[in-house]
């Protein structure tokens, strides 16, 4: 039985993607040798890169506007590294909204002075904060635009005269923004994009080769945008299927199209969340994700038998990161309709049965 994947990563993909995939790698478009087989200098293998690339800066409406996409390696931990490294001369300004916004700030430090503008930490990160000052000296504001740990999501960026950076890992390409307010966007593939093993770096040309230090080479934007994301051998496997995503995506109707789902599936499970006694909600309802629901049992008793209820009904992935417990459903792009209506199914019965 196909399971309701509501792991918050790797990401649950479209069937049609899967099996594109899937047949890739036995045999890529009847050239009798598979994708992860072909060298990455094959012009079968560039057509890819370069399509990848180009639908990214589309379906983002970023063309011709100065951006650069890349398909790097090292997941969005190396970005919390690069980004620093490419960027940070003296002093950077860090919104700190969870786990991965403070993994980025510790390793900011080892290039500079990192200011928290603000944080959320002292309330188990449960929200966004909203008044905060950013001064003009900083080099650049690094946000975190989703949260999948805590559940939280950005609803609006900040306007600000400095370079302004996202970490969009797990929301990307999930809802209509003006994507020209950031100077720089990264995002882990394996959130809502594709398979783990790559991801993707939006960045405006005219932010880079402003720092004094030497850069090495596998870390140097620049460098690897010269190299077209090819200065050493990519990730051939995750951008074929990434590349597939986006245009399954296109093809959808876009970041329009999806948008409207993604609300429905959020509404849904959150409007159950609210109105069943046995469930609570962790994070602030203004800054509730639409990518990943966060929620507690309010008799933990009752555990067993939601857990035992939930796997008979074919749900996977749900438990709570460990830092914080209870439960956690993602609803990445890929997500139908109908399995969140399976959850919400299993947590009314739940309370029929109490």
């Given at each position: 039985?196909?399971?309701?994947?509501?792991?918050?990563?790797?990401?649950?993909?479209?069937?049609?993607?899967?099996?594109?995939?899937?047949?890739?790698?036995?045999?890529?478009?009847?050239?009798?040798?598979?994708?992860?087989?072909?060298?990455?200098?094959?012009?079968?293998?560039?057509?890819?890169?370069?399509?990848?690339?180009?639908?990214?800066?589309?379906?983002?409406?970023?063309?011709?506007?100065?951006?650069?996409?890349?398909?790097?390696?090292?997941?969005?931990?190396?970005?919390?590294?690069?980004?620093?490294?490419?960027?940070?001369?003296?002093?950077?300004?860090?919104?700190?909204?969870?786990?991965?916004?403070?993994?980025?700030?510790?390793?900011?430090?080892?290039?500079?002075?990192?200011?928290?503008?603000?944080?959320?930490?002292?309330?188990?990160?449960?929200?966004?904060?909203?008044?905060?000052?950013?001064?003009?000296?900083?080099?650049?504001?690094?946000?975190?635009?989703?949260?999948?740990?805590?559940?939280?999501?950005?609803?609006?960026?900040?306007?600000?005269?400095?370079?302004?950076?996202?970490?969009?890992?797990?929301?990307?390409?999930?809802?209509?923004?003006?994507?020209?307010?950031?100077?720089?966007?990264?995002?882990?593939?394996?959130?809502?994009?594709?398979?783990?093993?790559?991801?993707?770096?939006?960045?405006?040309?005219?932010?880079?080769?402003?720092?004094?230090?030497?850069?090495?080479?596998?870390?140097?934007?620049?460098?690897?945008?010269?190299?077209?994301?090819?200065?050493?051998?990519?990730?051939?496997?995750?951008?074929?299927?990434?590349?597939?995503?986006?245009?399954?995506?296109?093809?959808?109707?876009?970041?329009?199209?999806?948008?409207?789902?993604?609300?429905?599936?959020?509404?849904?499970?959150?409007?159950?969340?609210?109105?069943?006694p046995l469930f609570k909600g962790y994070a602030k309802e203004e800054d509730r994700s639409t990518m990943n629901a966060t929620f507690t049992l309010t008799d933990e008793k009752l555990k067993d038998t939601?857990?035992?209820?939930?796997?008979?009904?074919?749900?996977?992935?749900?438990?709570?990161?460990?830092?914080?417990?209870?439960?956690?459903?993602?609803?990445?792009?890929?997500?139908?309709?109908?399995?969140?209506?399976?959850?919400?199914?299993?947590?009314?019965?739940?309370?029929?049965?109490?």
């Amino acid at each position: 039985m196909k399971k309701h994947n509501f792991s918050a990563g790797p990401c649950i993909l479209p069937q049609e993607v899967l099996l594109k995939a899937s047949e890739a790698v036995q045999d890529f478009n009847g050239c009798g040798l598979s994708l992860i087989e072909m060298s990455h200098r094959s012009k079968e293998f560039v057509d890819i890169m370069e399509n990848a690339r180009a639908l990214a800066l589309e379906i983002l409406n970023l063309e011709g506007k100065g951006y650069k996409a890349l398909f790097l390696t090292g997941g969005a931990s190396m970005e919390f590294v690069r980004v620093a490294y490419n960027l940070l001369e003296t002093k950077a300004g860090y919104l700190n909204t969870g786990t991965w916004s403070n993994n980025a700030i510790k390793e900011a430090k080892l290039f500079g002075e990192v200011v928290e503008v603000a944080s959320s930490k002292n309330e188990g990160f449960n929200h966004i904060p909203k008044m905060f000052g950013v001064a003009n000296d900083l080099d650049y504001l690094h946000i975190t635009s989703n949260n999948t740990i805590h559940g939280t999501q950005m609803k609006s960026f900040p306007k600000v005269n400095i370079p302004l950076v996202c970490d969009m890992s797990s929301d990307i390409f999930s809802k209509q923004l003006d994507f020209s307010q950031f100077d720089l966007i990264y995002a882990g593939a394996q959130k809502n994009m594709g398979p783990s093993g790559t991801q993707l770096v939006i960045v405006k040309e005219d932010i880079l080769g402003k720092v004094t230090r030497k850069i090495p080479s596998i870390l140097d934007y620049q460098v690897q945008i010269a190299k077209d994301s090819m200065f050493n051998t990519p990730a051939v496997f995750p951008v074929y299927t990434t590349m597939l995503n986006l245009e399954w995506l296109k093809d959808l109707g876009g970041i329009p199209v999806i948008e409207e789902l993604n609300n429905k599936k959020a509404q849904l499970l959150y409007s159950e969340i609210d109105l069943n006694p046995l469930f609570k909600g962790y994070a602030k309802e203004e800054d509730r994700s639409t990518m990943n629901a966060t929620f507690t049992l309010t008799d933990e008793k009752l555990k067993d038998t939601f857990d035992a209820m939930w796997k008979e009904a074919g749900i996977s992935g749900i438990n709570g990161h460990r830092s914080i417990g209870g439960y956690r459903a993602s609803m990445y792009n890929a997500m139908p309709l109908e399995s969140v209506g399976v959850l919400v199914d299993v947590m009314s019965e739940l309370e029929r049965k109490a």
